[in-house]
């Protein structure tokens, strides 16, 4: 019985050193591939595993006990050794990495970050994620409001140039993997307003509203070029409307497709459109195109927690151009606090020929990358 029990034990002691060579080994493949994972509590699972007899233990002798205890203590030892070194290869790698690739890291997990929480958004069916900027501005100062048209809205007075200006944007998954394992189908919805909140004179009008659902087809991405990984592909079709009728009626549907290129801390989205075409006695802006152009370009710029952003649109053709400056940064909680600068064309749809020059100071509740969604 003696022997027995001596032989399961030498027996169990090389099965442990077997499988922790073999662990070590797997280890440091996955380390080499720079996928580190994390280590099994070895001793455990095979006590747990392993078929010792359970009365092995008390038919030992002390110094039989005692070889065995030295001798896992050693494996023990050893194993906490390599763990150490195999972490010492890790940084050393990441030491001796180029900046390219460790932007490319960087971007591969904020990407991958983002992915994981939209998957686990899309197991809720009812999960509304964040779009486009969320955002109110208290105050927002337009040096040269458009007083014509505002006549027309409210005939009591003339616009304030200090508005309410805020943006609700989100969207909702419908399908997932529509072409095999890529391709996620949303649904969107964005609302802009503008507020004449203290124009007490003209009875505080909400002085322009524009709505815009849509639905897109999101792809992933990750092929890199020049130092630079596309993260994400849309292609979509939205609705843009004020709700007023004639004379300020304003309306278009346009498909678009919109490009994410990411390099580290800096990304640029590329939004080019193509307009519906309309009868003519239904367009009521036919020269829209004239003022906002054919996309918009954005480009972003992190700094850990702050974020700069610079929105370009226009139409070079006509020599008529908008751009939007933003910052945001954290203010308490999750609200950020947010500026933001608009020159030119193309604000609002009521406003798309006249030129803007409005500051707005207030707070925002995610950025630009968080609804990338960003990158979110």
Known sequence: MVSMTKRSLLHTICVIET????H??????????ESPRPCLKILVLLALALPVPAQAATNLSASEREAIEARVQTLETELHELRETLAEDAQISQARATPKERE????????????E???????NPLAVTTYRRNYLLPWAYNANPDQARFRQVSGAGNADSAEVKYQLSFKVNLVEDLFED????????????????YNSE????FRETNYEPEAFISFDNDMSALGWTNTLNRIGFAHQSNGRSDPL?????????????????????????WRVPEDEKDDDNPNLQDYIGYGDITLVRAFNDQEVSLMMRGNPGKNHYGAQLDYSFPLFGKVRGYIQYYHGYGESLMDYDHINRRLGLGFSINTFLAGIPGLE
């Open 19 to 22: 499988f922790m060579m073999t």
């Open 24 to 33: 070590i080994a797997i280890d440091k493949v996955l380390t080499d591939m």
């Open 104 to 115: 490319a890291k960087s971007v591969e997990a904020r990407v991958e970050k983002r992915r």
């Open 117 to 123: 929480l939209e998957r686990e958004s899309s197991h």
């Open 182 to 197: 890529n391709g996620d189908l949303y649904f969107a919805y964005t609302q802009r307003s503008w507020w004449q909140a």
């Open 202 to 205: 003209a009875s505080a009008p």
């Open 249 to 273: 009626s304003r309306s278009w549907n346009r498909v678009y497709a919109d490009m994410v290129f990411q390099r580290g801390d800096w990304a640029v989205s590329i939004a080019p459109h």
